[in-house]
C-alpha cells in the first residue's frame, strides 16, 4: 500500500508545461472542441510518427482499453517489439503509454511531450491548427513521438474519446475494433446509441477490417446496423464477435478474433508464421490486465476491494453478474461510489439496486465529478442505503470496516479516476481464478 513513484525531473517539467492547455477529460462534455485538424497538424510537424507504426485501432464503450491490451499482448508474444496506447490514467501517466508490456520510461515520454509542446508553438506563431491544440491531443502526438524512439514495430491504439474526432483518428491502421456501444458522453457523442455508434464508426477507412462486438438486432436505436451500414458503405470487410459469458470472456474473444483478422490479411510473426488468436493464452491474457479493470486488490483490514471503472448502467450490471460468481466474494457488496456528471446517474443507480449492501457516494477531484452529497442525495431518491463520504479516502476505509463486519467485500466503481484515488490504500491481491498462473498481476 504505498504510494507511485513521483516522476522524473524531466517528466515532472514537461507535465506541468502540459496540464496549463485546455483538458477536455476533466471539463464538463456540453463545451467541448472536438476537432481532428490540431491533432493531424501537430502529427506533421513531428513527422508523422504513427506511420512509422503499424497499428491497431480500438474503440467502443465498455471494454476498449482491455481488449487493446490483450491485442498488444498477443502480438508481443508473436515476437514484435509492441506499444500500446490507451487512457485514462489511473495513478501515473506513464501507464497511458507502454512498450513491450511495461509503463514507458519518464524521459522518453517526456521527450515526446516536449516536442509536442515545440510543435504546438511553431504552429502558434504560424497561426496554423496545432496552435489550439488540447492537452488530449498534444500527449496523443507526444505518444506517438515516444512509441516511434522506443523502436516499437505494431502499436495497439485506444480511442479517447467516440472516435470521428478523437485526437487519434489520424491513423493509417492495418484493422479497426468496435467492443460496444451504449449511451456515454451524450453532450458530445449524440443522445442515442446509433448516434454515438456513428460517431465511433468514424475510425472506418475505406477497405479497412473491423472486428466488432455489436451486433445488429434490428429494433430501435440499433447501434449495430450503424456500424454494419458503414462497414459496407465503405467496403470493410467486418467479423462479428457475439458477447461471452463474462466481461473478460469477451474481451479475450475479441482480442483473439483481432489477431487472426491480422493473419488473414497477411500479417505475420517474425519467424513468418501467421498472427493467430492462439498466440493469445491465458498467461499472456492475465499479465495483460490494466489497472483499474476488475481488477482484485486488498483493503484495510485483508478485505477484498474490487476496482473497476464502469460509468454505464448495463456495464454496471455485467460487472455485478461477473463478481456474483467469482471465488472469494462473499455476499453483497459495499459500494464506493463517484460518477461524473454528465453520466446517467440514474441508470447506474438502477443498475446497483438490489444488489449491494450500502452505497458510500464519495467524489475525486477531477472537475467533472457530482459532489459527494450531490452523488448521496441521488442515491437516497434512487431507494438504495447509503452515505455521504466527501474524501474517496475514507469511503473506501468506511466501506471496509463494514464489510469486515459481516465478511464482506468492497466495489469501487464509476470512474478510473476514482480507482486512482482508492488504489494507494489498497494492495496487490491474488485472484482465485488466476493463483496458479505466475504471470498473473
Same mark, same amino acid.
Given at each position: 500500500?504505498?504510494?507511485?513513484?513521483?516522476?522524473?525531473?524531466?517528466?515532472?517539467?514537461?507535465?506541468?508545461?502540459?496540464?496549463?492547455?485546455?483538458?477536455?477529460?476533466?471539463?464538463?462534455?456540453?463545451?467541448?472542441?472536438?476537432?481532428?485538424?490540431?491533432?493531424?497538424?501537430?502529427?506533421?510537424?513531428?513527422?508523422?510518427?504513427?506511420?512509422?507504426?503499424?497499428?491497431?485501432?480500438?474503440?467502443?464503450?465498455?471494454?476498449?482499453?482491455?481488449?487493446?491490451?490483450?491485442?498488444?499482448?498477443?502480438?508481443?508474444?508473436?515476437?514484435?517489439?509492441?506499444?500500446?496506447?490507451?487512457?485514462?490514467?489511473?495513478?501515473?501517466?506513464?501507464?497511458?503509454?507502454?512498450?513491450?508490456?511495461?509503463?514507458?520510461?519518464?524521459?522518453? %515520454? #517526456?521527450?515526446?511531450?516536449?516536442? +509536442? !509542446?515545440?510543435?504546438?508553438?511553431? =504552429?502558434?506563431?504560424? &497561426?496554423?491548427?496545432? $496552435? *489550439?491544440?488540447?492537452?488530449?491531443?498534444?500527449?496523443?502526438?507526444?505518444?506517438?513521438?515516444?512509441?516511434?524512439?522506443?523502436?516499437?514495430?505494431?502499436?495497439?491504439?485506444?480511442?479517447?474519446?467516440?472516435?470521428?474526432?478523437?485526437?487519434?483518428?489520424?491513423?493509417?491502421?492495418?484493422?479497426?475494433?468496435?467492443?460496444?456501444?451504449?449511451?456515454?458522453?451524450?453532450?458530445?457523442?449524440?443522445?442515442?446509441?446509433?448516434?454515438?455508434?456513428?460517431?465511433?464508426?468514424?475510425?472506418?477507412?475505406?477497405?479497412?477490417?473491423?472486428?466488432?462486438?455489436?451486433?445488429?438486432?434490428?429494433?430501435?436505436?440499433?447501434?449495430?446496423?450503424?456500424?454494419?451500414?458503414?462497414?459496407?458503405?465503405?467496403?470493410?470487410?467486418?467479423?462479428?464477435?457475439?458477447?461471452?459469458?463474462?466481461?473478460?470472456?469477451?474481451?479475450?474473444? %475479441? #482480442?483473439?478474433?483481432?489477431?487472426? +483478422? !491480422?493473419?488473414?490479411?497477411?500479417? =505475420?510473426?517474425?519467424? &513468418?508464421?501467421?498472427? $493467430? *488468436?492462439?498466440?493469445?493464452?491465458?498467461?499472456?491474457?492475465?499479465?495483460?490486465?490494466?489497472?483499474?479493470?476488475?481488477?482484485?486488490?486488498?483493503?484495510?483490514?485483508?478485505?477484498?476491494?474490487?476496482?473497476?471503472?464502469?460509468?454505464?448502467?448495463?456495464?454496471?450490471?455485467?460487472?455485478?453478474?461477473?463478481?456474483?460468481?467469482?471465488?472469494?466474494?462473499?455476499?453483497?457488496?459495499?459500494?464506493?461510489?463517484?460518477?461524473?456528471?454528465?453520466?446517467?446517474?440514474?441508470?447506474?443507480?438502477?443498475?446497483?439496486?438490489?444488489?449491494?449492501?450500502?452505497?458510500?457516494?464519495?467524489?475525486?477531484?477531477?472537475?467533472?465529478?457530482?459532489?459527494?452529497?450531490?452523488?448521496?442525495?441521488?442515491?437516497?431518491?434512487?431507494?438504495?442505503?447509503?452515505?455521504?463520504?466527501?474524501?474517496?479516502?475514507?469511503?473506501?476505509?468506511?466501506?471496509?470496516?463494514?464489510?469486515?463486519?459481516?465478511?464482506?467485500?468492497?466495489?469501487?466503481?464509476?470512474?478510473?479516476?476514482?480507482?486512482? $484515488?482508492?488504489?494507494?490504500?489498497?494492495?496487490?491481491?491474488?485472484?482465485?481464478?488466476?493463483?496458479?498462473?505466475?504471470?498473473?498481476?
Amino acid at each position: 500500500m504505498r504510494p507511485p513513484e513521483p516522476p522524473s525531473p524531466a517528466l515532472a517539467r514537461a507535465q506541468a508545461l502540459l496540464d496549463a492547455r485546455i483538458d477536455w477529460e476533466r471539463r464538463d462534455r456540453g463545451g467541448m472542441r472536438v476537432d481532428v485538424a490540431p491533432s493531424l497538424d501537430l502529427c506533421a510537424r513531428l513527422g508523422d510518427p504513427q506511420r512509422a507504426l503499424r497499428t491497431v485501432h480500438v474503440g467502443g464503450t465498455k471494454g476498449k482499453g482491455s481488449v487493446a491490451s490483450l491485442i498488444a499482448a498477443g502480438l508481443q508474444a508473436a515476437g514484435w517489439r509492441v506499444g500500446l496506447y490507451s487512457s485514462p490514467h489511473v495513478e501515473r501517466i506513464t501507464e497511458r503509454v507502454r512498450l513491450q508490456g511495461r509503463e514507458v520510461e519518464d524521459d522518453l %515520454l #517526456a521527450s515526446g511531450i516536449d516536442a +509536442a !509542446l515545440a510543435a504546438r508553438e511553431a =504552429a502558434e506563431r504560424e &497561426g496554423t491548427p496545432a $496552435a *489550439g491544440a488540447s492537452w488530449f491531443d498534444l500527449f496523443t502526438a507526444g505518444a506517438f513521438h515516444a512509441l516511434r524512439a522506443g523502436g516499437v514495430e505494431w502499436a495497439v491504439i485506444e480511442v479517447g474519446l467516440g472516435g470521428r474526432l478523437d485526437s487519434t483518428n489520424v491513423l493509417e491502421a492495418a484493422l479497426a475494433v468496435l467492443t460496444s456501444i451504449d449511451l456515454e458522453h451524450t453532450a458530445v457523442l449524440g443522445s442515442t446509441r446509433e448516434a454515438i455508434a456513428a460517431e465511433k464508426a468514424g475510425i472506418l477507412r475505406s477497405g479497412l477490417p473491423l472486428v466488432c462486438g455489436v451486433p445488429a438486432h434490428g429494433g430501435e436505436d440499433d447501434p449495430g446496423r450503424v456500424i454494419a451500414e458503414r462497414a459496407q458503405e465503405l467496403g470493410c470487410p467486418m467479423r462479428l464477435v457475439p458477447r461471452a459469458a463474462t466481461i473478460a470472456a469477451t474481451n479475450l474473444a %475479441l #482480442a483473439r478474433t483481432a489477431l487472426e +483478422a !491480422l493473419g488473414r490479411c497477411g500479417h =505475420a510473426a517474425p519467424d &513468418g508464421a501467421a498472427l $493467430a *488468436g492462439e498466440l493469445l493464452t491465458d498467461g499472456v491474457a492475465a499479465a495483460a490486465q490494466l489497472p483499474g479493470r476488475l481488477e482484485r486488490r486488498e483493503g484495510p483490514g485483508g478485505v477484498p476491494v474490487v476496482l473497476d471503472g464502469a460509468h454505464v448502467g448495463s456495464s454496471v450490471e455485467r460487472v455485478l453478474d461477473d463478481l456474483e460468481r467469482a471465488e472469494g466474494l462473499s455476499g453483497a457488496p459495499q459500494v464506493v461510489l463517484a460518477l461524473a456528471r454528465d453520466k446517467d446517474h440514474a441508470g447506474i443507480l438502477k443498475a446497483l439496486r438490489g444488489r449491494v449492501d450500502r452505497v458510500h457516494s464519495t467524489t475525486v477531484p477531477s472537475g467533472i465529478h457530482l459532489e459527494a452529497a450531490s452523488l448521496a442525495q441521488r442515491v437516497q431518491e434512487g431507494g438504495l442505503d447509503g452515505e455521504e463520504v466527501a474524501d474517496a479516502r475514507d469511503a473506501l476505509h468506511r466501506a471496509c470496516a463494514r464489510a469486515a463486519a459481516s465478511g464482506g467485500w468492497v466495489l469501487g466503481i464509476g470512474s478510473l479516476y476514482l480507482a486512482g $484515488a482508492l488504489r494507494g490504500d489498497t494492495g496487490p491481491s491474488v485472484d482465485p481464478d488466476r493463483a496458479s498462473d505466475p504471470c498473473s498481476p
